[in-house]
T-cell receptor, first 119, second 114 residues
Framework: AQTVTQSQPEMSVQEAETVTLSCTYD???????LFWYKQPPSRQMILVIR??????QNATENRFSVNFQKAAKSFSLKISDSQLGDAAMYFC????????????????FGKGTHLIIQP | EPEVTQTPSHQVTQMGQEVILRCVPI?????FYWYRQILGQKVEFLVS????????KSEIFDDQFSVERPDGSNFTLKIRSTKLEDSAMYFC????????????FGPGTRLTVT
């Protein structure tokens, strides 16, 4: 079974600085997706960024980028120019690629990292 | 922009009672999911649903849980006899197709069992 580990329960960063959130995972699959979700106090789950395992290029979305190391099974999230609105729980998640006729796997989440932005 | 909706936003029930949590997925989506998040813990997969039947389920999804798509729009999660430990946030999500990568989450229903 796949597992997702986030070793940082809490991180703090000064506004406008850069912060990196760590995530490692374990799987025997070769095709999968990795995601970072943001959960603000409203508890809505918001997709921040995704990475397809077959792509070597790291995904980027504006101020958010990932460092995907497939051999090391590592998937960290870098937030540049941190803003007060970035304060939230961040969850790393894994899902294997679905195929026609196969099952609809759910996402496997890590325990989350609480990101605090210091003004 | 289309979104997943869930009702109610907060449900309080007594232990042993049955509850039904409702979700309206995005209209052209084919895959539907329920997740649970106990306060302060990670989000856990409960069940997925496709083509009018359960596709996958986790160990958490035991006989007290059931899911249904009673009409073309609603997707429900029923808990037959609630326990204190069922208190959690329940999220519904939907996904367009097998090759889609993103699951769109609803805002969640907070279930409190007293």
């Amino acid at each position: 079974a796949q597992t997702v580990t986030q070793s940082q329960p809490e991180m703090s960063v000064q506004e406008a600085e850069t912060v990196t959130l760590s995530c490692t995972y374990d799987t025997s699959e070769s095709d999968y997706y990795l995601f970072w979700y943001k959960q603000p106090p409203s508890r809505q789950m918001i997709l921040v960024i995704r990475q397809e395992a077959y792509k070597q290029q790291n995904a980027t979305e504006n101020r958010f980028s990932v460092n995907f190391q497939k051999a090391a099974k590592s998937f960290s999230l870098k937030i540049s120019d941190s803003q007060l609105g970035d304060a939230a729980m961040y969850f790393c998640a894994y899902r294997r690629v679905m195929y026609s006729g196969g099952g609809a796997d759910g996402l496997t989440f890590g325990k989350g990292t609480h990101l605090i932005i210091q003004p | 922009e289309p979104e997943v909706t869930q009702t109610p936003s907060h449900q309080v029930t007594q232990m042993g009672q049955e509850v039904i949590l409702r979700c309206v997925p995005i209209s052209n989506h084919l895959y539907f999911y329920w997740y649970r998040q106990i306060l302060g813990q990670k989000v856990e997969f409960l069940v997925s649903f496709y083509n009018n039947e359960i596709s996958e389920k986790s160990e958490i999804f035991d006989d007290q849980f059931s899911v249904e798509r009673p009409d073309g729009s609603n997707f429900t999660l029923k808990i037959r006899s609630t326990k204190l430990e069922d208190s959690a946030m329940y999220f519904c999500a939907s996904q367009q197709g097998v090759h889609s990568y993103e699951q769109y989450f609803g805002p969640g229903t907070r279930l409190t069992v007293t």
